[in-house]
């Protein structure tokens, strides 16, 4: 893996360098569900300049053949991919799997309130033993699960799992529940800084880099706040689970 300094991070977000071989594979202009078409070039260029042996993502899908097709033009590597939806992904990782010098593995996991000891989180269940097994990771890729789950879990799973130097990459920043997750992580863990935090890109990006420091803090205010949202979601589950119940009967 090659360092990336911020002003490195900083001129790949603005570059224009594409290549052929992404530009073919990039999701279909204004798709609801895939990442934006900016923020695969992005992350193609940074797959590229910075040579990960080993990438996760969470919520596979059009990006995982990104990162695919990426990881190959670097000359190979590892990528793990963590889903909840088999039907949403398997399209691409249909397309995927012919990809040269690629090894790549995809978890499909049920998506559960878990305990944690950051609080009581939605979370991707059965994948922590494959993510342990599979890492040490130089990026992280975080686009699930879908937002009103929450996203601070994927990373409290992969945080041991980093390499120093290890970038950490969440879509949609643009929204206030990502925004919190990310001043969550931010205090949990010291090693953690944050490169960059663009409103205007895609639908918004943020980019963390661990610095090696693998202490970590425990806030009761952060316990107390994703919790909390966790309980709100779970009971918001439970009423329209009621809702379709009734409309059953
Ligand atoms: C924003 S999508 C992006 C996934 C992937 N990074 C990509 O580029 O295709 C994130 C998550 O939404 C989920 N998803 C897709 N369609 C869905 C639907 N109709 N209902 C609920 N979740 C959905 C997928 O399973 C995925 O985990």
Redesign the pocket.
């Known amino acids: 893996m090659i360092l990336m300094p911020d002003d490195c991070l900083s001129s790949l977000l603005n570059d224009e360098a594409r290549y052929l071989q992404i530009e073919e594979v990039l ?1 279909a202009e204004g798709s ?4 934006s078409r900016e923020l ?1 070039r992005f992350l193609a260029r940074v797959v590229v300049t910075m040579k990960p042996t080993s990438v996760l ?8 053949l ?1 990162f695919a097709c990426s990881l190959s033009l670097a000359g190979g590597g590892r990528l793990t991919s963590v ?3 088999i039907e ?2 398997s399209e ?1 990782w249909e397309k995927l799997k012919a990809t040269e010098s690629i090894d790549a593995s995809l978890v499909i996991s049920r998506l559960r309130p878990i305990l944690m000891r950051e609080g009581l989180l939605y979370g991707y269940s059965d994948a922590a033993p494959t993510i342990a097994a599979r890492g040490p990771y130089d990026l992280v ?1 975080i ?4 937002s009103r789950y929450g996203r601070d879990a994927p990373l409290h799973i992969a945080y041991p799992y980093l390499n120093t130097g290890a970038l950490v990459v969440l ?2 920043a643009v929204r206030p529940e990502e925004a919190m997750t990310v001043d969550r992580w931010l205090r949990r863990y010291p090693g953690l800084e944050l490169v960059c935090f663009d409103l205007k890109f895609g639908r918004g990006v943020a980019v963390l880099r661990h610095n090696g420091d693998k202490n970590v803090r425990l806030s009761p205010r952060s316990i107390a706040s994703a919790t909390s949202i966790c309980v709100t979601r779970m009971a918001k589950d439970v009423f329209r689970s009621l809702i379709k119940i009734e409309a059953c009967l």
């Open positions: 999701p609801a569900w895939p990442i695969a993502e969470f919520g596979a899908g059009q990006s995982s990104i889903d909840h939806l949403y992904c691409a890729f686009d699930g699960p879908p879509d949609d």
